[in-house]
């Protein structure tokens, strides 16, 4: 008999653990094998119910289409450590992101790593709450205009923490927050960029203690015209290098 090997995700509810949809990926075939992971984890994004958690375990996984979440309230979705939880979307075939995540509020993205993805890294958008906490995201090899433009990307929410994060390779901006307000990105690395980390058309922004170096440019607060927010502002920047 061909030996497997047991992935399964966990989805955690405020009164019970649940193990729901579990993969079974052959060793012998595992990068067939893989794609139908992709499929179980999407599954489990769909039919989160508010206040679950999406717990990814460790291993390197090939995604090959966008992963979306779309009105969840209160969802976290967690790896094992950017080190040892790595989606990898290098054979991505559709889709304009790696994680798209729409019309919600408290969602945390956390411990893991976004690799290669086609376009953005992870995109959230029309979210009240949103906490990007120890992720990373990177594109293989040297930096090229062939990457995808963000890595971290909220734009149009409220009330977003980017915190320990790291953001490489992207071919604009590594961790990039726009049209949105009441914004902490703290305690970051950004490099291999274009733009390490930019602030665009925001309001109440706090960006201190982060690191950006190798970046084509380094921090950048500013507003661009022909916006649906127009203007930004109260907006500081301290103790980064």
């Known amino acids: 008999m061909t030996p497997c090997r047991f992935y399964p995700i966990f989805v955690e509810t405020s009164d019970m653990l649940r193990q729901v949809l579990p993969v079974m990926l052959l060793l012998a075939l595992q990068a067939q094998a893989q794609p139908e992971f992709r499929k179980q984890l999407q599954t489990s994004l769909i039919m989160a119910e508010d206040g679950d958690t999406i717990r990814i375990p460790e291993g390197n996984y090939?995604?090959?289409?966008t992963l979306s979440m779309e009105g969840k309230n209160r969802v976290v979705i967690t790896g094992a450590g950017?080190?040892?939880t790595i989606?990898?979307?290098?054979?991505?075939q559709t889709g304009a992101e790696?994680?798209?995540v729409t019309n919600g509020s408290?969602?945390?993205i956390q411990d893991l790593t976004v690799r290669?993805?086609?376009?953005?890294?992870i995109k959230t958008m029309n979210l009240r709450d949103v906490a990007f906490l120890r992720v990373r995201t990177d594109w293989s090899g040297r930096p090229s205009p062939k990457n995808g433009a963000y890595g971290l990307y909220p734009v149009s929410c409220e009330g977003?923490?980017?915190e320990g994060c790291e953001a490489r390779g992207?071919?604009?901006a590594g961790i990039y927050v726009g049209q949105s307000r009441d914004i902490v990105v703290s305690h970051c690395r950004a490099f291999g960029n274009v733009a390490g980390i930019e602030i665009e058309n925001s309001v109440n922004a706090e960006v201190h203690h982060n690191e950006a170096f190798r970046n084509t440019g380094g921090i950048l607060v500013f507003d661009l015209p022909d916006l649906p927010v127009k203007k930004g502002g109260h907006c500081r920047v301290y103790g980064n290098r």
């Open 106 to 108: 408290g969602v945390t």
């Open 170 to 172: 992207a071919s604009d």
């Open 98 to 100: 790696g994680i798209r």
């Open 62 to 65: 090939a995604i090959d289409a």
């Open 82 to 84: 950017m080190d040892r």
């Open 116 to 121: 290669d993805a086609k376009g953005d890294a």
């Open 87 to 92: 989606l990898s979307f290098k054979g991505q």
């Open 160 to 162: 977003v923490r980017i």
